[in-house]
């Protein structure tokens, strides 16, 4: 992301309350500007498009997401429990903020970082998750590779996360565990 003035800054951060407010989906350029002392016209000055915003807006989440949930240590020394404890706090978060977790797995940023083969500056989040699925793998001789096991442990994060946000099924942390269990190739007892 490249530097971001005072009023970028703002529209930023007026961007991010109104999706957590709105969702994603529904918010609008105009309130956002209003919010953040600005014009339409000065919002489109800084980004040149909704999506723009929106990616922008996106490593903003990333970066936030990472602070609060990934672990603080850069090298834990079990990366089972620092995937548990990512999963945990990804899920704890759907419950609390689920426009803003909605945003941070569906939103335009992580199609558009999937999209650029390390072109582009990856999300916080996503490159540190990556470094501890790696840690992982090769903590854990039964464990895909890391590329795999990363598809794995975002899909099954993303899907449950989805599910307990629709009310479809409460919450349970065993659930989380027994399927980081069989993911890494770790018997249960």
């Not at 989040?125 to 794995?152: C, G, H, M, T, V």
Request: charged share 25%.
């Amino acid at each position: 992301m490249s530097p971001v003035s005072d009023s970028g800054r703002r529209l930023l951060a007026e961007t991010v309350k109104a999706i957590k407010q709105h969702g994603y989906r529904r918010i609008s350029l105009r309130d956002i500007a209003s919010a953040a002392g600005l014009t339409t016209g000065a919002l489109y000055r800084h980004f040149p498009a909704k999506e723009d915003l929106l990616i922008q807006a996106g490593y903003v989440v990333s970066a936030d997401i990472a602070e609060r949930i990934l672990p603080d240590s850069p090298e834990c020394e079990n990366a089972f429990d620092e995937l548990l404890h990512v999963g945990v706090g990804l899920l704890s978060l759907t419950q609390t903020e689920p426009n803003l977790v909605d945003f941070f797995f569906y939103g335009p940023l992580y199609a558009k970082a999937a999209k650029e083969d390390d072109g582009g500056k990856q999300p916080e989040f996503l490159s540190r998750i990556r470094a501890i699925i790696e840690r992982a793998s090769r903590q854990n001789e039964n464990a895909a590779d890391p590329d795999l096991l990363f598809i794995q442990v975002w899909s099954f994060i993303q899907g449950y996360s989805s599910l307990v946000s629709h009310g479809v099924v409460k919450y349970d942390e065993r659930s989380l565990g027994i399927t980081l269990h069989d993911f890494l190739g770790i018997k249960r007892y």
